[in-house]
């Protein structure tokens, strides 16, 4: 027997409707907030993720699914959603100049980490990127975006807030990180040893436990913002207070891809341990010069959506369950089913959900197949009836039934 590969997981018939109900919800609120569908391959040149993902990072470094196609291309899963919108936004033209480019994709990736709690090796995102608008209140409509999902699922989180300035003001506050850090790197892990150089904004996103301790007491990034940034990070928390969302200051947040600026934000539930983050994102105003196309302010942020279903189950959240059959047709014989063939077409071209025996079952097995589909009615054709040309139809919650004619079908069951 062929297994499912390790960190992957099967949707199951049964469960599909709950991804169907958080999709249809993010269509929903992207549809309120004016953003736009795109979708880009699976599979992007490795390049792209290594200049727009950042070299520095564990997903470049670690977690890449990479291959050599049979041109000798290097070619990479894509583990993000954003470096592939960023692509096709400077391959397009930028989209023919008209800004704000509002978007939204909801996507599988691809991540080679160690299988945990609603963190596969495949997964799939929900994700928002604006891209032309330089102002805060453009960071807050985003976290809104973010924000309105969740709570349109039932979620409750905490959103989390911090500016990690811009290249200039993150000289300096680098500077002070290794200065504080210099003293301590005995204490911190190899990867974090290599980061030093590398990279020390990195850091602070570590999550080994001594590291975490370590970071504690590191300078703080607010501390170190130049006037635009402070400007900027001022006007986001006025326009958070003028949407009405509430959010907590936490100076250690930075992300884990190397393209953010300025703003930084994440959405943590306790639902689910101490794994807890829901959605993330910020600004990365320098990635679209940075790939290629002219200089251009972003925004963005990816939720998980297996860890919003995670969230929601164990927050006890009802998803509505999927539309059941209105009426099953149960035919005696095979001139019978025929008939329930012909009808069931009928009632299905005009909108009625319905369904008849595939399997030339007894009527009794087909009530007890009827009845486990939750079938409202079941319509039963046998040879009375079709001399008749009128099929029996019992209502399964009350146990009543009635005659009703062949050509009524569609009617009487549109009214049901």
């Known amino acids: 027997?062929?297994?499912?590969?390790?960190?992957?997981?099967?949707?199951?018939?049964?469960?599909?409707?709950?991804?169907?109900?958080?999709?249809?919800?993010?269509?929903?609120?992207?549809?309120?907030?004016?953003?736009?569908?795109?979708?880009?391959?699976?599979?992007?040149?490795?390049?792209?993720?290594?200049?727009?993902?950042?070299?520095?990072?564990?997903?470049?470094?670690?977690?890449?699914?990479?291959?050599?196609?049979?041109?000798?291309?290097?070619?990479?899963?894509?583990?993000?959603?954003?470096?592939?919108?960023?692509?096709?936004?400077?391959?397009?033209?930028?989209?023919?100049?008209?800004?704000?480019?509002?978007?939204?994709?909801?996507?599988?990736?691809?991540?080679?980490?160690?299988?945990?709690?609603?963190?596969?090796?495949?997964?799939?995102?929900?994700?928002?990127?604006?891209?032309?608008?330089?102002?805060?209140?453009?960071?807050?409509?985003?976290?809104?975006?973010?924000?309105?999902?969740?709570?349109?699922?039932?979620?409750?989180?905490?959103?989390?807030?911090?500016?990690?300035?811009?290249?200039?003001?993150?000289?300096?506050?680098?500077?002070?990180?290794?200065?504080?850090?210099?003293?301590?790197?005995?204490?911190?892990?190899?990867?974090?040893?290599?980061?030093?150089?590398?990279?020390?904004?990195?850091?602070?996103?570590?999550?080994?436990?001594?590291?975490?301790?370590?970071?504690?007491n590191a300078p703080s990034i607010l501390d170190y913002l130049c006037e635009d940034c402070s400007a900027h990070f001022a006007a986001l928390k006025e326009y958070l207070a003028l949407g009405g969302v509430s959010y907590e200051i936490n100076p250690r947040i930075v992300r884990g891809l190397d393209y953010y600026t300025r703003t930084v934000f994440e959405f943590v539930s306790t639902a689910i341990g101490a794994q807890g983050t829901v959605c993330g994102g910020g600004r990365y105003d320098g990635l679209i010069e940075e790939l290629g196309g002219g200089a251009s302010p972003a925004v963005g942020f990816a939720a998980g959506i297996e860890r919003l279903l995670m969230v929601m189950q164990n927050s006890g959240v009802e998803i509505p369950q999927p539309e059941k059959p209105v009426v099953y047709l149960a035919g005696m014989d095979e001139s019978c089913r025929k008939k329930c063939f012909e009808i069931c077409c009928a009632l299905r071209a005009a909108g009625v959900i319905a369904e008849y025996d595939h399997m030339s079952r007894s009527v009794k097995a087909q009530f007890k197949y009827a009845d486990k589909l939750g079938a409202r009615f079941v319509a039963v054709v046998g040879g009375n009836e079709l001399a008749e040309g009128a099929m029996n139809v019992k209502c399964m919650a009350t146990g009543e039934s009635e005659k009703v004619a062949f050509e009524n079908a569609v009617e009487y069951f549109l009214n049901k």
């Not at 995102?125 to 102002?135: D, L, M, P, R, T």
């Not at 200065?179 to 990195?202: E, I, M, Q, S, V």
């Open 1 to 216: 027997m062929i297994n499912v590969p390790k960190g992957t997981k099967d949707v199951l018939p049964e469960e599909s409707y709950q991804w169907q109900f958080v999709e249809g919800v993010a269509r929903e609120v992207a549809k309120q907030f004016s953003l736009k569908e795109i979708r880009t391959p699976v599979f992007e040149h490795t390049e792209l993720f290594q200049r727009g993902v950042g070299n520095t990072t564990d997903i470049v470094t670690k977690e890449m699914y990479t291959f050599l196609d049979k041109g000798n291309r290097s070619m990479t899963l894509k583990p993000e959603g954003t470096a592939g919108v960023v692509r096709s936004y400077i391959e397009n033209g930028q989209f023919g100049g008209v800004l704000p480019a509002k978007m939204y994709y909801i996507i599988p990736a691809f991540r080679y980490e160690r299988p945990q709690a609603g963190r596969l090796r495949e997964f799939h995102q929900f994700g928002v990127e604006i891209f032309g608008a330089k102002g805060a209140e453009t960071d807050a409509e985003t976290i809104m975006i973010a924000d309105t999902l969740l709570k349109r699922l039932g979620i409750t989180a905490k959103l989390y807030i911090n500016s990690i300035g811009c290249p200039v003001c993150r000289k300096a506050y680098n500077a002070a990180l290794k200065d504080y850090f210099a003293a301590r790197l005995d204490g911190l892990c190899y990867d974090c040893k290599t980061r030093f150089d590398k990279n020390p904004l990195r850091l602070l996103d570590c999550k080994e436990e001594a590291c975490k301790a370590i970071n504690a």
